[in-house]
T-cell receptor, first 112, second 115 residues
Framework: ETGVTQSPTHLIKTRGQQVTLRCSSQSGHNTVSWYQQALGQGPQFIFQYYREEENGRGNFPPRFSGLQFPNYSSELNVNALELDDSALYLC???????????FGEGSWLTVV | AQSVTQLGSHVSVSEGALVLLRCNYSSSVPPYLFWYVQYPNQGLQLLLKYTSAATLVKGINGFEAEFKKSETSFHLTKPSAHMSDAAEYFCAVSDRRDSSYKLIFGSGTRLLVRP
């Protein structure tokens, strides 16, 4: 149990739709990162939020966007869903200046 | 750019046998290194990490890993495998100069434990 909670755990969307995934970070952690894990692959870094600002972004298109709220919780939004967006989306949190990242259980997204 | 290579997408051992999962990294400066475990349909759990202290790092569940700079390796070992160790294992690297400490993962190694 890492204290990082994500919702929903599973969802199915249609190609072209939009989705919002949510994450609550561990207590005391002000940094939240999002990763995409396609089936059979390692996770890939999408972006990170620190103090409500984006602090680093991976190789993902602009239709992947995010928010961080004053309580450090976060959202990942994906617009214009494509079939290849089907994956496990992992949220992770860390302490200020912390080099250890703790992951949630993930949200499984299926795009049909 | 940093990268991680995990040799062997699948490793099969007998219960009680030595577990050895291989990880090699590429980085221009000594990185932070991590091993995570992922059980079916679950998120990632941190097993252990190397952040420039002792080169032999002990983690949870009896696992340990040794940082070898000359070999750019960070292999994961466990003296005696248990059935409960069956899972996917990921090696990851992060750049200590990057304030985001974002993780770059290998492609994973699935550990199978035979009774």
């Amino acid at each position: 149990e890492t204290g990082v909670t994500q919702s929903p755990t599973h969802l199915i969307k249609t190609r072209g739709q939009q989705v919002t995934l949510r994450c609550s970070s561990q207590s005391g952690h002000n940094t939240v990162s999002w990763y995409q894990q396609a089936l059979g692959q390692g996770p890939q870094f999408i972006f990170q939020y620190y103090r409500e600002e984006e602090n680093g972004r991976g190789n993902f298109p602009p239709r992947f966007s995010g928010l961080q709220f004053p309580n450090y919780s976060s959202e990942l939004n994906v617009n214009a869903l494509e079939l290849d967006d089907s994956a496990l989306y992992l949220c992770a949190s860390s302490r200020p200046q912390g080099n250890t990242i703790y992951f949630g259980e993930g949200s499984w997204l299926t795009v049909v | 750019a940093q990268s991680v290579t995990q040799l062997g997408s699948h490793v099969s051992v007998s219960e009680g046998a030595l577990v050895l999962l291989r990880c090699n990294y590429s980085s221009s400066v000594p990185p932070y290194l991590f091993w995570y475990v992922q059980y079916p349909n679950q998120g990632l759990q941190l097993l252990l990490k190397y952040t420039s202290a002792a080169t032999l790092v002990k983690g949870i569940n009896g696992f340990e890993a040794e940082f070898k700079k000359s070999e750019t390796s960070f292999h994961l070992t466990k003296p005696s495998a248990h059935m409960s160790d069956a899972a996917e294992y990921f090696c990851a690297v992060s750049d200590r100069r990057d304030s985001s400490y974002k993780l770059i993962f290998g492609s994973g190694t699935r550990l199978l434990v035979r009774p």
